[in-house]
Nanobody, 127 residues
Framework: VQLQASGGGLVQAGGSLRLSCVASGITLDYYAIGWFRQAPGKEREFVSAISHDGLQTYLSDSAKYRFIISRDNAKNMVYLQMNLLEPEDTAVYYC?????????????????????WGQGTQVTVSS
């Protein structure tokens, strides 16, 4: 099983990026997917999650109203549209596959809830 995040880059504050997560070796239809990020010197932080069927989403307070998570199961892809980016959003972003189709939010925000992790993609927001 492999997950690969892509779409990161350097953007000015107020700009947008769209991250993609592609899976191989597994069909994502059955599993929730989460996005996390980790800034230098900080712990990995939950950003957003989406249920297996895309009908339910959950975003962190920092992502709410700015980020949108979506998925296309036909393409085995999950996306994170990030708008109004701020320098505080600078981090390596990771996608991860949950062990379940969905779950209580208390579980979704924990990194330990997720079984497979992709290589991260760097997002840098300049002020």
């Amino acid at each position: 099983v492999q997950l690969q995040a892509s779409g990161g880059g350097l953007v000015q504050a107020g700009g947008s990026l769209r991250l993609s997560c592609v899976a191989s070796g597994i069909t994502l239809d059955y599993y929730a997917i989460g996005w996390f990020r980790q800034a230098p010197g900080k712990e990995r932080e939950f950003v957003s999650a989406i249920s297996h069927d895309g009908l339910q989403t959950y975003l962190s307070d920092s992502a709410k109203y700015r980020f949108i998570i979506s998925r296309d199961n036909a393409k085995n892809m999950v996306y994170l549209q990030m708008n109004l980016l701020e320098p505080e959003d600078t981090a390596v972003y990771y996608c991860a596959e949950d062990r379940n189709a969905w779950g209580p939010t208390a579980a979704l925000v924990r990194a330990g809830e997720y079984e497979y992790w992709g290589q991260g993609t760097q997002v840098t927001v300049s002020s």
